[in-house]
């Protein structure tokens, strides 16, 4: 079985793990990048995309904007990112997926999809992104097309978050480590793969429209 998965996010992070780690699992990867699609450039996008089972979406963060008191724009920018990209990419590939009977549609999203534990705007933007993989979820449940969402807590891997805040504040990097991490460890983007193989599965069919932690007991909410 000639199995194809569109990733996004896919030139770091951890859509540059999950690219790796699928096409060695034998996958037929389409990985999108910016240069296929520029999320905050969404103005007469006209995409042309693959037909895949599984659409793996993760592209996302916070574009440094902190603060209590962003502007409009800038939440845009944030959602954007995060979701209007992804809405822009489902709106086109999922169809095929309804046509088919069967399809795979899963979204990074985040702990602060279920607790403000980062700035308001992220915060803001990730629990919309859990609204949607419920609320999509339920919709497409009928048509044999599973859409869910992971929720990390902190990990690292090349080019994210945490590695840039390791490079910047080592300090604030350890004190992360020491008050949010049970484990006293930060976690690893190869940490994810597994429950991604599995959402990407036939055998996640009772998954739709749910976001799974996957914090190492980071969370402080019950979901």
Known sequence: MNRKILITGANRGLGLVACESFAKDGWEVFPFTRKELDFLKLDGWNAVLPQVDVVLHCAGGGLGLRGPYLTAQAMYQLFLLNLGGALEINRIAVPWMQTAGYGRVIHVCSIASGEAVGSVGYNTIKAALGAYVRSLGQ???PYGVVVSGI???????????MERL???????????????LPRGKMGEATELIPLLRYLASPEASMMGGCVVPIDA?????YS
Do not use: M
């Open 139 to 141: 919709e497409l449940a």
């Open 217 to 221: 007991g980071e969370g402080h909410y």
């Open 151 to 161: 929720a990390p807590g902190g990990f690292q891997c090349k080019g994210n978050s």
């Open 166 to 180: 390791l490079e910047r504040n080592p300090e604030a990097y350890a004190d992360f480590i020491q008050t949010r």
